[in-house]
């Protein structure tokens, strides 16, 4: 067997401890006779896996006791829906960050749903810096304000977190599109009034997504939304008003402990990241073949977009690239060139390879 080094945005790399681990416990669970995706997600062996994950969660990113964590289905994409359902039953009107794609989506559902306000946005720098605090102009019945920290496909994250409170108002809940980014340093949730997360980036793999929302939150939902939405019936379920995924369920919690015991927290675990997307970015930096558009301040420590400066040489660079074992480092279909998703899973022995592979494809062919 081998495993190559795998830089996907998503589904992307797992780590190979957690893979091993679900392994050796796929057929028989802890000596149960069955494997965790043959349990009921009522057995009290499932509610226990399920309990453990969110605590491990909890004490990761130090939860508050006033937030919930849910454990749900339908992606990050779904909570686009599920965010102006949840938090418009008051009137208001939505207020949003427009920083590229998957802001634009996020936005677009809102509008489709009742309207929306574009409070800042990155499109007069062409998606290459994040809105200033000052640039920020909420609409005077905001009901909440939302953003997406890490632009998975622009490879734009936030450096700062842009609440309203910092603007001058304090009742206007934050609500944040962590998909690419959560776990990967520590953050404030308190800042917050909903994060989410699908969680096929750095969290376990695709089918499960992660909200954590602040319970007094919970009362302002519209009432015309479908019962699977709504944050207050799923919260007081246990995210169990139907069958959650479960199987993605344990493998999370295989990925908290891993976060927990193996990297020891994430204040490591943001070094460590932190190292490897510097590295990267000054060896693009360093070389004439290969260049990043981001302004410095908000490049995206998770998912490192870049171009060769010889459209011709995209082809050869992958081939080669695959050739040594360096997987997925096609950029999005949407906007083409490279991308190197640098998630937790993806160990710093896989960038230095990944930079020495760069540097010599650029001697030879550059
Ligand atoms: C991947 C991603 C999404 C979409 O996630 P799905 O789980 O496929 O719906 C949304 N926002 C961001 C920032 C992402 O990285």
């Given at each position: 067997m081998t495993r190559h080094y795998n830089f996907c945005a998503g589904p992307a790399a797992l780590p190979e401890a957690v893979l091993e681990r679900a392994k050796d416990e796929l057929l028989d669970y802890q000596g149960r006779g069955l494997s965790v995706m043959e349990?009921?997600?009522?057995?009290p062996e499932f509610v226990a896996i399920a309990e453990r994950a969110e605590q491990d969660l909890r004490d990761l990113l130090e939860i508050p006791a006033n937030y919930r964590v849910l454990f749900l289905q339908g992606g990050a994409t779904m909570q686009f829906a599920m965010v102006p359902y949840n938090l418009l039953g008051l009137g208001g009107t939505p207020n949003y960050l427009y920083t590229g794609i998957w802001a634009k989506k996020a936005i677009a559902e809102a509008q489709h749903l009742g309207g929306a306000h574009?409070?800042?946005?990155?499109e007069s720098n062409r998606l290459t810096a994040v809105p200033r605090p000052e640039d920020i102009e909420l609409s005077s019945d905001a009901a909440y304000l939302h953003y997406t920290a890490n632009e998975t496909i622009g490879g734009l994250a936030f450096d700062y977190v842009p609440e309203p409170r910092s603007l001058g108002d304090s009742s206007v809940p934050v609500v944040c599109?962590?998909?690419?980014?959560?776990?990967?340093a520590p953050i404030d949730?308190?800042?917050?009034g909903v994060i989410y997360a699908?969680?096929?980036?750095?969290?376990?793999?695709?089918g499960l997504t992660v909200v954590i929302v602040r319970?007094?939150?919970?009362?302002?939902?519209?009432?015309?939304?479908?019962s699977l939405f709504n944050y207050k019936t799923l919260a007081e379920a246990g995210s169990m008003?139907?069958?959650?995924?479960t199987y993605a369920w344990y493998l999370a919690g295989l990925v908290f402990q891993w976060l927990k015991h193996?990297?020891?927290?994430l204040a490591n675990m943001g070094a460590i990241n932190q190292r490897k997307a510097s590295k990267l970015y000054s060896a693009i930096d360093n070389s004439g073949l290969y260049s990043n558009p981001i302004v410095p301040g908000n490049r995206s420590r998770m998912n490192v977009p870049f171009v060769l400066a010889?459209?011709?040489?995209n082809q050869p660079f992958l081939d080669e690239a695959e050739a040594a074992g360096?997987?997925?480092?096609?950029?999005h279909r949407s906007v083409g060139g490279m991308r190197a998703s640098l998630y937790n899973?993806?160990?710093?022995a896989a960038v230095d390879t990944l930079i020495a592979f760069m540097t010599d494809f650029e001697k030879r062919r550059g």
């Open positions: 349990m009921s997600h009522r057995s574009v409070a800042a946005s990155s599109d962590m998909s690419s980014s959560i776990l990967s949730v308190a800042d917050y699908g969680a096929q980036k750095n969290i376990g793999p695709a319970d007094d939150l919970l009362d302002r939902g519209r009432a015309d939304m479908p008003v139907n069958t959650p995924p193996d990297v020891g927290g010889d459209d011709r040489l360096l997987l997925n480092l096609n950029g899973a993806v160990p710093e």
